[in-house]
């Protein structure tokens, strides 16, 4: 399937778990799909990049070593995503890279991740916790910042202060999820 028919395939993609799974499942049975799916999730301006956005999620979690070979192209253009609907997948799958590159099992991501590509990943998550995102989204990102953060100690420190300085305007999901973080960081300080 080249691009063109894929890409009419995803546009039947609809937010059903069973819809994303489906298409998931095309990608999985044939992975040179992959890169065609991430080609059409950075159209960023065309509303089947959100439904590629969703597919990619669910392909990631269950196997995020597809990634691997594409860390670099999807590096260079999540500052990109910039929908709603596609930023939370996105987001989600930046805090699986941070979840598996700490994970104590060997795998792909933590051998291939270079810390250019990380950097990345932390400057996109600081402009997604800055800006007008959702809370989904800021919520993973948190996550991803502080896992991140183990090795880059000024993460921790900016991103306690952005989580602190508007605490109170936020959403209750915005602040369970900031004082977990918080309490997460708390206790990293208290080890070192």
């Known amino acids: 399937m080249n691009i063109k028919e894929f890409y009419k395939e995803l546009s039947h993609v609809n937010a059903t778990r069973e819809s994303r799974l489906h298409y998931a499942n ?22 089947v990049s959100c439904k590629a956005a969703w597919v990619f999620e669910f392909v990631c979690y269950k196997n995020i070593a597809l990634l ?28 699986l890279i941070a979840n598996t590159y ?17 950097e990345i990943i932390i400057e996109t998550g600081f ?11 800021k919520a993973f990102t948190m ?6 953060g183990k ?9 306690a202060q952005l989580l602190q300085q ?12 900031a004082k977990q973080i918080l309490n997460k960081i708390k206790k990293t300080k208290k080890l070192e």
């Open 26 to 47: 095309l990608v999985l049975n044939d992975k040179q799909l992959f890169i065609n799916l991430l080609e059409i999730m950075f159209m960023v301006n065309d509303h």
């Open 68 to 95: 691997t070979p594409h860390l670099a192209f999807f590096t260079k253009n999540i500052h990109n995503i910039h929908l709603d609907s596609a930023l939370r997948p996105v987001a989600k799958v930046c805090m």
């Open 102 to 118: 700490y994970s104590q099992e060997p795998n792909s991501i933590k051998q291939a991740l270079t810390k250019q590509q990380k």
């Open 127 to 137: 402009d997604w916790m800055i800006g007008k995102q959702k809370v989904a989204t």
């Open 143 to 148: 996550e991803t910042l502080f896992l991140f």
């Open 151 to 159: 090795e880059t100690n000024w993460v921790h420190q900016e991103l």
């Open 166 to 177: 508007d605490f109170y305007n936020q959403s209750a999901g915005f602040k369970a999820k």
